[in-house]
């Protein structure tokens, strides 16, 4: 009689542990999935950010054109 609460005990604490077990692997494969999403969103940013500034060139130059022809006022 005082084995089999004890045996009952350790039956849900193995499977408590190896839902844990489980639940980690899960994690660690979702924290490494965020990390990969990170990178790719910095990645983006920066190709707006070259984005950016290229615009900016081109509008530079546009308005250097428009100038030139008159087209606006000085």
């Given at each position: 009689m005082g084995?089999?609460?004890d045996s009952l005990?350790?039956?849900y604490l193995r499977q408590i542990d190896g839902k844990v077990?489980?639940?980690?692997?899960?994690?660690?494969d979702l924290t490494a999935r965020v990390s990969s999403l990170e990178e790719q969103m910095s990645g983006l940013r920066s190709d707006i950010v070259r984005l950016d500034h290229r615009l900016d060139r081109f509008?530079?130059?546009?308005?250097?054109?428009?100038?030139?022809?008159?087209?606006?006022?000085?």
């Open positions: 084995e089999e609460p005990i350790l039956r077990d489980r639940i980690d692997e899960r994690l660690n509008d530079a130059r546009l308005q250097r054109i428009e100038k030139r022809l008159d087209l606006i006022e000085a």
